[in-house]
């Protein structure tokens, strides 16, 4: 049953990257929301959870977006990305897995409490495009390359990885995973969402989520948190200039999968 919901959300999220009608993503959801429910897989209170993070959304979106329902969004978002609520299993697809020698065992987990977040946020914002990715990395390819340099040269200078070439077996599970699981869901999330609530103030608003980016992944430890905010700061970069999500996705992605093929991952051991 973990597959097949698994498939569902990530071909769900996939979906808004076509000119689909918003009524068919909405009827995957729900197939997923009850799909769940009916596997055990989300419990009453995660449901009632995730159908308040729907309602919340679409209350703030349709309306003038007032302040109050704006932070109750984010909380719900921040809380379910974060597996907080009870009650919402994740399937851990890949267990303990050393890449190299040199690099510590990780997991493999599809977070679905995250991908509702994504899913959640992207219904009410622009159509994404696949060509605006390609634009806003050629157009800013020295954001790209900036942040690929900065990101990496601070990794090493702190130890955290190594030089290590790699074409894992595990490679498409974790390129699948990463894109639609992680990347699409936290951009939606900081970029999409908070840095662009608080756009009148565009320096407070890049500070301000890149920092809640670095938060949001302190459970790998405070060096894990000020990599992040600054990973944040040039996704939140290229966010501005393009002022579209599929540059900052692309980007995220782009980090994170040079991390995975060309270096120590998740990190040195």
Known sequence: ????????????????????????????????????????????LAVLSLLMLFITSTLFFK??????????VALFCWVLSKNWIPGILSWKALSHIQLSEGSIPFNTV????????????????????PINMVKGVVKYSYIVLLSLLTLQMSAF??????????????????????????????????????????HEKPLLALAGSALLFGI???????????????????YGWIWMKTQRLEASIALHFLVNATHFFFFSYPRAL
């Open 110 to 129: 599809f977070n679905y409490g995250k991908a509702f977040v994504g899913i959640a946020l992207l219904l009410f914002m622009a159509p994404l495009q």
């Open 216 to 234: 949001y992944h302190a459970h790998f430890g405070p060096l894990m948190i000020l990599y992040t905010t600054i990973a944040g700061l040039f």
């Open 157 to 198: 200078a702190f130890s955290y990885v190594q030089l290590d070439i790699k074409l894992p077996s595990i490679s498409l599970i974790w390129l699948a995973h990463n894109f639609f699981f992680v990347c699409m869901p936290e951009e939606a999330l900081f970029r999409g969402f908070i840095q662009k609530q608080l």
């Open 1 to 44: 049953m973990d597959i097949i919901l698994t498939l569902l959300l990530g071909s769900t999220l996939l979906l808004f990257w076509f000119k689909v009608p918003r009524k068919v993503i909405y009827i995957a959801t729900g197939l997923a929301l009850v799909l769940g429910a009916y596997a055990g897989i989300f419990s009453p």
């Open 63 to 72: 309306n003038k977006q007032p302040l109050f329902l704006g932070i109750l």
